[in-house]
T-cell receptor, first 113, second 115 residues
């Protein structure tokens, strides 16, 4: 039972264009969501988060949108840069009282120069 | 330290061997998590500590897996009688606050290969 799903294993965009990464979840008890970025041979690093009381959070080139009725969130990167090439994981929390996060399978983003 | 430190970076074990993986969290971080990441998958929760107390071990796949954090800082994940399906990257993460902290800081992981 996969509670957090990233249905696109990979995405390729041109430098300067927008990258849109998508994530769907099934558990309505989740009340906060995060995006992590992972380079090869490194651990995931935190990128941006959003609480379920909001529908948008912005941090520089990164914006996360949350659609609670659709149980869907997306990460927009504008403009995309070659250094953004990495694996992106969405994660959800709040369904338990231990703070554990449930991760999606990841989307590999390639930004071409 | 500056970040979460894990050792060893790589571990090759023969099937049936016991292994111990170490995690040094960021100093002062209350919460510590262990995750298992199989190839091509996202991290999967194994267990959670708040200080020295193991509050959630629901993700441990079998009783061959054991984790401890006796003094509320360094943690060890032990796998007994390793099997090939245990091959994965084991990630440790810490956060400054207690439950529902959200933002986790991850180490680089220990890549375990069981032959």
């Amino acid at each position: 039972d996969q509670q957090v799903k990233q249905n696109s294993p990979s995405l390729s965009v041109q430098e300067g264009r927008i990258s849109i990464l998508n994530c769907d979840y099934t558990n309505s008890m989740f009340d906060y969501f995060l995006w992590y970025k992972k380079y090869p041979a490194e651990g995931p690093t935190f990128l941006i988060s959003i609480s379920s009381i909001k529908d948008k959070n912005e941090d520089g080139r990164f914006t996360v949108f949350l659609n609670k009725s659709a149980k869907h969130l997306s990460l927009h990167i504008v403009p995309s840069q070659p250094g953004d090439s990495a694996v992106y994981f969405c994660a959800a929390g709040g369904s338990s009282n231990t703070g554990k996060l449930i991760f999606g399978q990841g989307t590999t983003l390639q930004v071409k120069p | 330290g500056a970040g979460v430190s894990q050792s060893p970076r790589y571990k090759v074990a023969k099937r049936g061997q016991d292994v111990a993986l170490r995690c040094d969290p960021i100093s002062g971080h209350v919460s510590l998590f262990w995750y298992q990441q199989a190839l091509g998958q996202g991290p999967e929760f194994l267990t959670y500590f708040q200080n020295e107390a193991q509050l959630d071990k629901s993700g441990l796949p079998s009783d061959r897996f054991f984790a401890e954090r006796p003094e509320g800082s360094v943690s060890t994940l032990k796998i007994q009688r390793t099997q090939q399906e245990d091959s994965a990257v084991y990630l440790c993460a810490s956060s400054i606050a207690g439950p529902r902290a959200g933002k986790l800081f991850f180490g680089s992981g220990t890549q375990l290969s069981v032959l």
